[in-house]
């Protein structure tokens, strides 16, 4: 279980980014977090993990506090954490199969890894998450081949060969076109039930986040000022969260939930 209390985030200019949130997310469950540019988002999913560090409060991992671990122990901690970014974050000169395995880098020793030498367990690992990520068959291809949607994919599978506790998603939908956006967060949610990863996905689509996913966190400055399920989410709710604007003009398309993947062949 994740668990955040209090937690701050001032920057030297005075300026607060979070202001006291407390939050707890349980193994296996996936929680979406919604607001306006610069409500905050960003910033707590990089303070759980401290690439950012926070001012002042706590957060806990299956009980360890991870606020104030020195350099060697955060390492330790981080393995646990996986991370899925909005642009992939892949090394584009390697293969998907190498981009998979850099997952395991927390794991193996400093020479091994630099020769890219990995326990064969590691490797059938990875093609196992490539078959289930539906990119099986592509472990030789280079990442700059393929397309945005099919480099989610290995982002995902990378995360997932930590075998992480936490899961921390920062928009990885944002580059995609809008069926590979659907696509993208089904494979997520089911994955992380699947392996009941506690799981935070910032998110700004919100009628993605309503579609897939069970809770929904809105931040407005820095502020929990919605926590609940998506039905909850109403056009009173939604204006607390972002202002004013007439949200019942806004139509709800209904997409068939048995989308066919994303065509394994096609590169863009």
Not at 49 to 54: D, M, T
Not at 86 to 101: G, I, K, T
Not at 113 to 132: I, N, Y
Not at 187 to 207: K, M, Y
Request: charged share 30%; with cysteine; proline share 5%.
């Amino acid at each position: 279980m994740l668990e955040i209390q209090g937690l701050v985030k001032r920057y030297p200019t005075g300026d607060r980014a979070l202001r006291g949130v407390d939050l707890s997310v349980p193994e296996g469950q996936v929680m979406a977090l919604i607001g306006p540019s610069g409500a905050g988002k960003s910033t707590l999913i990089r303070c759980v993990n401290r690439l950012v560090e926070p001012t002042e409060g706590r957060v806990a991992l299956d009980g360890e506090d991870l606020t104030h671990l020195g350099p060697r122990a955060l390492r330790r901690v981080r393995r646990q954490i996986g991370m899925i970014f909005q642009e992939f974050a892949l090394v584009e000169r390697l293969s998907v199969m190498e981009n998979v395995l850099s997952g395991r880098l927390g794991y193996v020793g400093f020479w091994r890894s630099t020769l890219r030498r990995f326990p064969q367990a590691d490797v059938d690992q990875a093609f196992e998450l490539l078959d289930r990520v539906g990119l099986g068959g592509f472990e030789d291809k280079r990442a700059d081949a393929l397309s945005g949607g099919q480099r989610q994919r290995v982002g995902i599978a990378r995360a997932l060969m930590q075998a992480p506790k936490l899961l921390l998603v920062d928009e990885p939908t944002a580059s995609l076109d809008p069926k590979t956006s659907r696509q993208i967060m089904r494979l997520i949610t089911e994955l992380a039930l699947e392996r009941r990863v506690a799981t935070i996905i910032n998110i700004h689509d919100v009628a993605l986040a309503k579609r897939f996913v069970p809770r929904i966190v809105g931040l407005r400055e820095g502020e929990v000022v919605f926590d609940g399920a998506p039905a909850a989410l109403d056009a009173a709710r939604l204006t607390d969260i972002y202002g004013d604007e007439d949200w019942d003009e806004t139509p709800e398309v209904d997409v068939d939930e048995a989308d066919p993947a994303e065509p394994t062949g096609a590169i863009a």
